[in-house]
């Protein structure tokens, strides 16, 4: 494989800055490819052979042929293929529950009861903490059902989003999900490249390191302490306000990645029945969870002899991406279903806003696309295994958990992908783990810890990337703008995530019990959140809480609002 050095850094870097800068997702991910391109059609010889390396650049069609390949490739994998098919069909499923009336049913069943915007946030964060079972499913159904009622009480898109983004990976990594199942394939695979095969289950080994995957824990932490409180900070502060002031629940020029209003029209039911909601999103997560464990090799005969076994060995074998594929077609029939029985519409009807669905998704399937194009580049380059190369020498065990969660964070912000971060670095520090602790007991707890910190490490870039996934379909399935999204989650983010280092250097340094710590660290998140807010809100002379009043003052304000326009 070609060595591009510090060179294979630029295609993230440059779509990422570029995506900041410019707020055009689209153009800066493909810009980066293609940077991609040119940087492998001429090489690493610029210096040594100018010529050589133009001429190189000039075959591969100045760097696009390389990156059309990496676009297609990234789209063309089956897991990719999956996802992509699952989002456009969860599209129609969105357009489905729009069309039956179903969204203003729940809006107008949740108003009732979530009368503030504390009472909805919290409504959020839980629904993103059951949700625990798949990320993509959590950002789909928490982001679809709660939109219009985060709507109607003047809570920001940007917040929506943020509440979704952190309540899905973070959970996902904490219990029985898809995540675990793949965190335990790369812990078996980090003991077998360590050469160590006498080595605890490797369950145990999760568990473990569960305390230590701090980010995760802390942001979960951080939501309940951001919507409980009613403050806010940096961007996001800015965005409460505009909000709650003019009602613009996104910012003026912004580009929402899902805007189902605009694109379905009125709905067609006259009378919304809670059923319409209910309905398809109940058999979204009905047959997502039994596609998992039939994919996983459940079987009644298996479950009767051994119950617990059965379904562990369902949960971990699942292939939970087309587990979501069987659930998001079936959301689909079950609106077919209910447009009949309760003569909202017919065959032909439902058919069409089947297809209208697939439209409202296309903005998320084509960052998502080159999103994974981006991943393709740095996969080639190297980008991943250079990072790790360059900071493997480090190996003081004090800071070795915090320097681990820098890495992957690293990682994770510049590839996209918490997984890859998870798939490169697991197999690389679990030895240097293992070895410079010498093995035995001392052993078996520094892998523990760096388990947990890479998984933490990765989580906490993935959320602070635009060109992550779960980022952009966060971003989709709240109706936000994918950029104004990670720039007022990037505050957020960064705090836990400067906290979470902190708590790794104690813990490296004094020994203290991260059971100890963990609370710790929410006292402190306490303490930054009031503290930020604060002197953001008086520094700019507004107040760090843009409103938590009861739902009849808006609806007041609404109509003051709109007696002014007449």
């Given at each position: 494989m070609v060595e591009f050095g510090a060179a294979s850094l630029i295609p993230p870097v440059l779509a990422i800055a570029l995506a900041i800068v410019t707020r055009k997702a689209v153009l800066s991910l493909f810009l980066g490819i293609w940077s991609g391109g040119v940087i492998q059609a001429g090489g690493p010889t610029l210096l040594g052979d100018p010529v050589g390396w133009v001429s190189g650049v000039v075959a591969a069609g100045f760097g696009f042929f390389p990156a059309f390949d990496w676009i297609i490739a990234a789209i063309a994998g089956e897991f990719h293929a999956t996802i992509i098919v699952f989002t456009l069909l969860l599209g129609s499923g969105v357009a489905m529950v729009w069309n039956l009336g179903g969204s203003y049913a729940i809006r107008d069943w949740a108003l009732k009861r979530l009368t503030t915007q504390r009472k909805a946030g919290v409504s959020i964060a839980v629904l993103g903490v059951i949700l625990f079972f798949d990320d993509y499913a959590n950002t789909a159904i928490v982001g679809s059902s709660m939109k219009d009622v985060s709507d109607r009480l003047r809570i920001s898109r940007e917040k929506l989003s943020y509440l979704v983004d952190s309540t899905a990976a973070p959970v996902a990594t904490l219990g029985i999900s898809s995540w675990v199942a793949f965190q335990l394939s790369l812990i078996s695979d980090g003991y077998e490249a360590a050469g160590v095969s006498d080595h605890p289950p490797v369950f145990e080994v999760f568990v473990n390191s569960i305390p230590f995957n701090m980010y995760a824990i802390l942001a979960i932490v951080m939501v309940f302490v951001i919507v409980l409180s009613g403050r806010d900070y940096g961007e996001m502060l800015t965005a409460e306000h505009r909000s709650w002031s003019t009602?613009?629940?996104?910012?003026?020029?912004?580009?929402?990645?899902?805007?189902?209003?605009?694109?379905?029209?009125d709905p067609s039911a006259a009378n919304p029945r809670l059923i319409n909601f209910f309905g398809p999103v109940a058999v979204l997560i009905v047959v997502t969870l039994i596609g998992a464990l039939w994919t996983g090799g459940f079987?009644?005969?298996?479950?009767?002899?051994?119950?617990?076994?059965?379904?562990?060995?369902?949960?971990?074998?699942?292939?939970?991406?087309?587990?979501?594929?069987?659930?998001?077609?079936?959301?689909?029939?079950t609106g077919f279903v209910l447009g009949k029985v309760y003569g909202i519409f017919g065959l032909g009807e439902a058919t069409d806003t089947t297809i209208d669905g697939f439209g409202i998704m296309l903005t998320a399937v084509s960052i998502l696309s080159l999103a994974w194009g981006i991943g393709e580049v740095v996969s080639a380059l190297g980008t991943g295994e250079y990072v790790a190369g360059v900071a493997e020498g480090v190996v003081n065990p004090a800071i070795l958990p915090a320097l681990v969660l820098v890495i992957a964070a690293f990682m994770a912000f510049s590839t996209g992908t918490s997984w890859g971060t998870m798939g490169i670095l697991t197999p690389i520090v679990i030895p240097v783990a293992w070895s410079i602790t010498g093995g035995g007991a001392a052993g078996h707890t520094l892998v523990a810890v760096m388990v947990g910190t890479i998984f933490s490490g990765s989580i906490f870039?993935?959320?602070?990337?635009?060109?992550?996934?779960?980022?952009?379909?966060?971003?989709?399935?709240?109706?936000?703008?994918?950029i104004d999204h990670v720039r007022t989650q990037l505050?957020?983010?960064?705090?836990?995530?400067?906290?979470?280092?902190?708590?790794?250097?104690?813990?490296?340094?004094?020994?203290?019990?991260p059971l100890v710590l963990l609370p710790i660290g929410a006292v402190v998140l306490v303490g930054l959140v009031y503290g930020l807010s604060e002197f953001d809100a008086r520094r700019r002379g507004i107040s760090p809480i843009a409103a938590n009043t009861p739902r009849e003052d808006v609806e007041e304000m609404d109509a003051d609002a709109d007696a002014g326009a007449e």
């Open positions: 009602g613009k629940v996104n910012r003026e020029e912004a580009r929402p990645m899902q805007d189902v209003a605009a694109e379905l029209g079987t009644l005969g298996g479950f009767l002899a051994d119950p617990t076994g059965a379904l562990w060995d369902g949960v971990t074998n699942a292939a939970y991406d087309k587990a979501l594929l069987y659930g998001s077609f079936a959301m689909v029939v870039g993935d959320h602070t990337s635009p060109i992550s996934d779960t980022t952009v379909l966060s971003a989709t399935f709240t109706g936000a703008d994918l505050y957020y983010a960064g705090t836990v995530g400067i906290v979470a280092i902190v708590l790794l250097l104690v813990w490296g340094y004094v020994g203290i019990s």
